[in-house]
């Protein structure tokens, strides 16, 4: 992967274009300073000199960073990588050397003005003079290639880790949602078990319903998020199954807004609660009992309230659900589908118990483009 990283062409020559401006700038001020006959017309010279004094390394950094990544430390042994750069930092400083010998030349035929030396010895003279500040470049683009690899590489494990994580939540959430099937589906066989020695009938009725139910919690199997409108349809067959048991001692009100029914909801998310509320708040009773779904849209917020006839909890064990207790399946899957933006809270109502649930509100798109279709 490393090897593939290619340094950005147009930024790098228009910082070595900005350098020569200024290098020229500087060259031309130093003239002025030191003899005050610097004419103008050399400007045109010094700004070659040092375009090419800049558009070589600009030119070469790129050879350089792919040498350095192919030799990258960790990879090769280090006596390799001290010749690979030996060699690399002397073949550079010899090639910026001739270029800027060769455009001397060009420009100065006679020789360097202001001077006596020759050319040839001017160019040996620069080149030792030179020598540090090459080297210096030549590291700086062998760095610049750590950096680059090594980023490129953090973010590669970042995101192989943020993958995993995914992968891990979503296998999490599986094996939770698979352990409220067979919850619901034992409760409910143990239930037909009961009626088939009383009343046959409302027992073969059940065992209808409990299939209608479990074909539709087979047809979302594995999928985490549903519809509102469709999680109701399983709640109405699994309350259909509770109302046979329970006949006239058990009533049930729906009160949905139409804009929360294409809302996301967590798969299975109402029928362990409701659950739970026949459970505690109807069945333990003798007197008549009542379970209320209400569902609200509330500005970029779904709320979800479950509410029974119950006689409620003490503070302690209230305080206790509050903190995480109880209905620790349904906590953990809100948990991993809206990590810090949810809430699940218990209360005691004046007329019974209540179980709220606050999620981000979120459209179904196929619910969207089903409505569009219909509307075009």
Same mark, same amino acid.
């Given at each position: 992967?490393?090897?593939?990283?290619?340094?950005?062409?147009?930024?790098?020559?228009?910082?070595?274009?900005?350098?020569?401006?200024?290098?020229?700038?500087?060259?031309?001020?130093?003239?002025?300073?030191?003899?005050?006959?610097?004419?103008?017309?050399?400007?045109?010279?010094?700004?070659?000199? *040092?375009?090419?004094?800049?558009?070589?390394?600009?030119?070469?950094?790129?050879?350089?960073?792919?040498?350095?990544?192919?030799?990258?430390?960790?990879?090769?042994?280090?006596?390799?990588?001290? @010749?690979?750069?030996?060699?690399?930092?002397?073949?550079?400083?010899?090639?910026?050397?001739?270029?800027?010998?060769?455009?001397?030349?060009?420009?100065?035929?006679?020789?360097?003005?202001?001077?006596?030396?020759?050319?040839?010895?001017?160019?040996?003279?620069?080149?030792?003079?030179? @020598?540090?500040?090459?080297?210096?470049?030549?590291?700086?683009?062998?760095?610049?290639?750590?950096?680059?690899?090594?980023?490129?590489?953090?973010?590669?494990?970042?995101?192989?880790?943020? !993958? @995993?994580?995914?992968?891990?939540?979503?296998?999490?959430?599986?094996?939770?949602?698979?352990?409220?099937?067979?919850?619901?589906?034992?409760?409910?066989? *143990?239930?037909?078990?009961?009626?088939?020695?009383?009343?046959?009938?409302?027992?073969?009725?059940?065992?209808?319903?409990?299939?209608?139910?479990?074909?539709?919690?087979?047809?979302?199997?594995?999928?985490?998020?549903?519809?509102?409108?469709?999680?109701?349809?399983?709640?109405?067959?699994?309350?259909?199954?509770?109302?046979?048991?329970?006949?006239?001692?058990?009533?049930?009100?729906?009160?949905?807004?139409?804009?929360?029914?294409?809302?996301?909801?967590? *798969?299975?998310?109402?029928?362990?609660?409701?659950?739970?509320?026949?459970?505690?708040?109807?069945?333990?009773?003798?007197?008549?009992?009542?379970?209320?779904? !209400?569902?609200?849209?509330?500005?970029?917020?779904?709320?979800?309230?479950?509410?029974?006839?119950? *006689?409620?909890?003490?503070?302690?064990?209230?305080?206790?659900?509050?903190?995480?207790?109880?209905?620790?399946?349904?906590?953990?899957?809100?948990? !991993? @589908?809206?990590?810090?933006?949810?809430?699940?809270?218990?209360?005691?109502?004046?007329?019974?118990?209540?179980?709220?649930?606050?999620?981000?509100?979120?459209?179904?798109?196929?619910?969207?483009?089903?409505?569009?279709?219909?509307?075009?």
């Amino acid at each position: 992967m490393s090897e593939r990283l290619q340094v950005p062409a147009l930024p790098l020559f228009v910082i070595a274009t900005a350098l020569s401006v200024s290098s020229t700038f500087q060259a031309y001020s130093m003239r002025l300073i030191e003899d005050g006959t610097s004419s103008p017309q050399a400007i045109p010279q010094l700004l070659a000199l *040092n375009l090419v004094y800049w558009y070589v390394p600009a030119l070469l950094a790129p050879t350089i960073v792919a040498v350095a990544l192919r030799y990258q430390l960790g990879r090769v042994r280090w006596s390799t990588q001290a @010749l690979v750069h030996v060699t690399g930092a002397f073949v550079y400083s010899m090639i910026h050397t001739v270029a800027m010998l060769a455009t001397r030349a060009v420009l100065f035929p006679s020789g360097r003005p202001g001077t006596a030396l020759s050319l040839w010895t001017w160019a040996r003279r620069d080149y030792l003079m030179q @020598l540090d500040w090459l080297l210096m470049t030549y590291l700086f683009a062998v760095g610049l290639a750590h950096a680059l690899a090594y980023r490129r590489e953090s973010e590669a494990r970042a995101l192989a880790a943020a !993958h @995993l994580e995914t992968r891990l939540v979503e296998a999490q959430l599986q094996a939770l949602q698979r352990q409220l099937h067979p919850h619901f589906l034992f409760n409910t066989l *143990n239930t037909i078990s009961g009626l088939m020695r009383i009343n046959v009938d409302a027992a073969d009725l059940m065992i209808d319903r409990l299939g209608d139910l479990l074909r539709m919690t087979l047809d979302t199997s594995g999928i985490q998020q549903v519809p509102l409108k469709q999680e109701l349809d399983v709640l109405k067959k699994y309350l259909e199954i509770e109302q046979t048991r329970f006949g006239s001692r058990l009533s049930v009100a729906m009160h949905i807004e139409f804009d929360a029914l294409d809302a996301l909801v967590p *798969n299975l998310l109402l029928q362990p609660l409701v659950e739970n509320a026949i459970r505690h708040g109807v069945a333990p009773l003798s007197r008549p009992g009542w379970i209320a779904v !209400h569902a609200a849209r509330e500005g970029t917020r779904l709320r979800i309230e479950i509410r029974d006839s119950g *006689n409620g909890l003490p503070p302690e064990r209230l305080t206790a659900l509050n903190r995480g207790v109880g209905l620790g399946n349904t906590r953990a899957r809100l948990t !991993h @589908l809206y990590p810090s933006d949810h809430q699940f809270a218990f209360s005691n109502l004046d007329d019974g118990f209540s179980v709220t649930v606050s999620i981000p509100f979120e459209i179904d798109p196929q619910s969207v483009e089903y409505v569009r279709a219909g509307v075009a």
